[in-house]
């Protein structure tokens, strides 16, 4: 009787890519700020939306860091957004070592 139960955060809460789980809000918030509009690229604007996602539960879990990772793998950012979110993130889980 074990498995994911239809509504519950584990089929909520994670998008599984290539048999991978990521952080399924992280990954849509860098598809809708990219998708048809401005140059393609995460705004300083939107990685302040994209913080919120990381910080939301109060630590940097391995998930929400491979999400990054993926994120920056497949996605661009202005270079005003990548250098204010690498400050950010790193003051974060500086403060939740």
Known sequence: MFGIVPGTMSETYYKI???????????????RTTAGKGDG????????ELIGAVTDGGRYTEV???????????YKFTEEADSWFREEIRRFAATRA
Do not use: P
């Open 41 to 48: 690229r995460i705004s300083l604007t939107d990685a302040k």
């Open 17 to 31: 890519i290539d048999g991978k789980k990521f952080d399924k809000q992280m990954l849509d918030i860098a598809e």
């Open 64 to 74: 929400e860091k491979d999400t990054m990772a993926y994120i920056r793998e497949n």
